[in-house]
């Protein structure tokens, strides 16, 4: 064969190679994780009072999903649950329980996507520490994965808003202040080191914002200047009295008296509260423009998230925790360049649980069997491309009698609250959210949904055979296949059981301070 065919052929094949290389090139993937950021406290949720341009960009442009709920709904748990897509009691971690043992964080997402190439960095509140003590009396909460990744700049606590405070990110304090700035400015070197490796990236931040203590930014005090802002429709204590009265016991009911002591006291929560997510979402716009700035956007997924819901006075509820729709469901967000055609909403229910195979699927990985959660990607190209029905919500943290499970569809929500004492029972509520989404109307009694509570009741007792079957043998796991049982008698139980909200208070001062 002559020299000038043979040449035309290696290019003809060069070229063929290099568009294969191209199109098969794996995603870089950011996933952005704020704290208590409940979904109604979104603009592309409905919320006009809430300024949040940058994600309801990501909506327009992406997917949204509408029903997105934490199966557990506090921070430390929720975190890794979004790591290791696992339900909190096969993770074995949270506040009152234990850390995350280090073989379970091996299986997080973060540490397969490096042991396949990717170029790891997480900055901002990790919430958990990954540590194999077994002691009770020394769980080695410090203890944090620093050198698991590429790059670090996270923290175990809460962290702090001052970024100065923060060791990892202090170098950024002059120019960004506040933290949430501060992470997105580390997300630039970032991005720019992780492009110099040659290496697809995976970056995760989880902002303090809007946690407590309201400490919003200044730089957008105009924001928000002057403006009022509306109660939720089931606002205060006669919108709660229907409620179980376990739901009523704990600090979610009785703290976080700023949102129901004054007009002036709540009017003040809420701007700083919104001051926050709006300094969230300024930080979301500045990584997209450091993804454009640095040539990487088109190949860039962006996922956001919140750790768990926020109350806000809704039923005269001030935290997380419960199963109701305010403090159990976030915002999701997902972004990906590649999509030929805009998302639009999903009314498909989605979890914590989904993050992490989500990612590993988008990587291009297996996902592990060990994972619990769905890969969402074929619910992004078509609105009906998962088939589950439902997931349970769960509570092992505080006081007793707010220690439950629930299950929850599309349009239906069933909440077994398991404590009994001699001045409550156990108590089912059923709500039908598809019509009812304040969760105003207990349909347990009402004779016309005793079908839909039967089998919602199902639902709910498979799910305790699951966590009977699956629960971790240490952090004190094993006793919820006893305490959530609705077989289980008020002595079968009590071996189990830690104290009330009153035993748990003696002594302390409840912080209901947003300062």
């Not at 993770?91 to 043992?101: D, I, K």
């Not at 509260?273 to 040539?295: F, P, T």
Request: glycine share 8%; charged share 25%.
């Amino acid at each position: 064969m002559k020299l000038k065919y043979i040449l035309q052929w290696m290019i003809f094949f060069g070229t063929i190679g290099s568009l294969s290389a191209q199109e098969n090139k794996r995603p870089n993937i950011i996933f952005l994780l704020s704290d208590d950021h409940t979904s109604i406290a979104t603009g592309c949720y409905g919320n006009d009072q809430v300024v949040t341009p940058n994600m309801d960009k990501l909506a327009e442009t992406g997917v949204q999903f509408m029903n997105h709920y934490n199966t557990t709904s506090i921070c430390m748990a929720s975190r890794a649950i979004y790591m290791t897509g696992m339900f909190e009691y096969k993770t074995g971690c949270n506040f009152e329980h234990g850390p995350m043992r280090k073989a379970t964080f091996q299986k997080s997402f973060p540490m397969i996507l490096r042991d396949a190439g990717y170029f790891t960095g997480f900055a901002g509140k990790f919430g958990f520490a990954v540590s194999d003590g077994t002691d009770p009396s020394d769980k080695n909460w410090d203890v944090l994965p620093v050198d698991q990744f590429d790059v670090w700049a996270g923290g175990l606590g809460q962290t702090k808003y001052q970024t100065a405070k923060n060791k990892y990110i202090k170098k950024y304090a002059d120019k960004y202040p506040h933290s949430t700035r501060a992470y997105a400015a580390w997300a630039h070197d970032f991005i720019a080191e992780a492009k110099d490796s040659g290496k697809p990236f995976c970056m995760s931040i989880s902002f303090k914002a809007p946690h407590l203590p309201f400490t919003p930014d200044v730089y957008f005090d105009a924001v928000y200047e002057g403006k009022k802002y509306k109660k939720p429709a089931n606002y205060g204590a006669e919108n709660g009295e229907h409620l179980a009265p376990q739901a009523k016991t704990g600090r979610q009911y009785k703290q976080y008296e700023f949102w129901r002591d004054t007009e002036e006291n709540y009017q003040e929560a809420i701007k700083r509260y919104n001051q926050l997510i709006h300094g969230v979402d300024y930080a979301i716009g500045m990584i997209r423009k450091s993804l454009e700035e640095l040539g990487v956007d088109e190949n860039t997924i962006i996922i956001y998230a919140g750790d768990n819901g926020y109350s806000c006075g809704a039923h005269n509820l001030g935290g997380k925790v419960l199963p109701y729709e305010e403090a159990s469901k976030s915002p999701l967000l997902i972004f990906d360049p590649r999509m030929k055609a805009k998302g639009g909403q999903r009314e498909t229910i989605t979890s914590s649980i989904d993050i992490a195979p989500t990612i590993l699927k988008m990587a291009g990985l297996d996902v592990p069997n060990n994972m619990d959660g769905e890969n969402l990607i074929p619910l992004m190209n078509k609105k009906k491309g998962i088939k589950r029905d439902h997931i349970p919500l769960m509570n092992f943290f505080g006081n007793d009698e707010i220690q439950e499970m629930s299950v929850v569809t599309k349009d239906w929500k069933y909440i077994y609250w398991q404590y009994e004492d001699d001045r409550m029972k156990p108590t089912e509520e059923l709500y039908y959210v598809g019509k009812d989404r304040l969760e105003m109307t207990n349909l347990i009694s009402e004779k016309k949904y005793q079908k839909q509570l039967h089998k919602m009741r199902a639902l709910y007792d498979a799910q305790v055979k699951q966590l009977k079957e699956n629960a971790v043998h240490y952090n004190d796991y094993q006793k919820y296949g006893v305490l959530f049982d609705r077989n289980s008698s008020a002595e079968d139980k009590k071996p189990f059981l830690r104290g009330t909200y009153e035993e748990q208070m003696k002594g302390k001062k409840p912080k209901n301070h947003f300062n």
